[in-house]
């Protein structure tokens, strides 16, 4: 009987950069050959956009962990929401209207950030018809998208699988099969008062990690043996109190406090449930299990990796990072603060800088476990010829999202470009010298473009 390894991707908005550092961890411990170490894949808020990343793209792991990196370090706030001046007064004024008329009909969700600019990302560079590919060959059993419905409160979750797996449904969660797309992730990743939520059918979704109460029952369901999960909550959460303690607390830091209420608390909750359960179900037979009623009951053997570092702390010392316009609004809003903590920053800060900051930090945490990860996947000794490289981060100039990832220009990561077309004489008006890829490659799930070349 082959053992189904599912691996839970959590919530909490640019944090998940860290789960790519320990993605590219595991790849280097991993064989070079490996395609799919996960059949099982759950993910909630933006760990659902790296579960998409992930599941979406056929060949070898590596490569695949590799183009999630490579968008993920090329990243700037404007890929995920608005930053320009007139963006953010637009919105700025979209609310202040809102509360001045309330009585009025609306048929779009406001909230601090307009995140248009990331369902233009999403639609670009991710490929969910790959997994039908995926799910048809035997390669993906199941992924999982977890949102939050605002009409009714419930946890759902929306999986792609195999025939075989049957919905579920239990007090104020449930489930749906569906074919996943952008709307799903931006229902998942809806980030509570800072990014609007998505209508799905007839409701609206926001942040998956609202409510969800289990956060690896997903994954279990849809039939994992075992769990990778990588969380963004530090270690313990035993670090320093924050220097302005001995004041009442700001609305930032209320605001943080709610945010790492939702986002951090419901794993550590939920693995405490299931080392207990494992501790009931190992202390029985298969026999007595049946006897009472709980055949399928088993031990689900969990390894978990987390950051070794506040987040929190460290986006404090990205913030200069944050465009001047964004940060005004959000200062003045009271939903971030220049000292302390960070609050709600650690969330927002989609920047180049504190991205490859937690990338780095998630690699070095992964390798520091590497023995239980060999473990884990239950390596021989002859496949365990691993390769350390130091993380290496790799600063982009700031490009526009139609530069970054436009349709036309798409290679895959670790290509070698083909050389670039001749310019025109200088007679001619300039053009834009365009890099193509040696092959098409047609079937890949999550494409990166060769970039323009300053």
Known sequence: M???TGLILAGGGARAAYQVGVLRAVANILPQSSEQPFPIISGTSAGAINALGLAGRPGAFR?????LAAIWGSLASEDIYRTDVFGVARNAAKIAWSLLRTTQHRQQALALLDNGPLRQLLTEVVKFAYIDDAIASGELEAIAVTAMNYSNGHSTTFY????HLVPWQRTHRRSESCRLSVEHLLASSALPTLFPATAL???????GALRQTRPLSAAIRLGADKLFIIGVSEQGGAFSPDQESGIPPTI????GQLLNAVFLDSIDNDLETLQRVNSLVGSLSAKQLAEAGLPSMRVIDALTISPSRSLGALAQEYIHELPTSTRWFLEKTGSIKPSG?????SYILFEQGYCQRLMALGYE???AKTDQIRDFFELSESRLRVNRPAFKAHRRPRQS???KFPLSLMKTIGRKPQKPVTSAPKSSPPRTLKYVSKSTHGKLGILLPDRHRQ
């Open 401 to 403: 999202l139609r530069d």
């Open 252 to 255: 930032p830091q209320v605001l």
């Open 2 to 4: 082959t053992v189904k």
């Open 201 to 207: 059918d007839d409701d609206f979704y926001g942040d």
């Open 63 to 67: 490569n695949r962990v590799r183009t």
């Open 341 to 345: 903590s960070g609050g709600a920053l």
């Open 160 to 163: 792609q699988g195999q025939a």
């Open 365 to 367: 945490d992964a390798i």
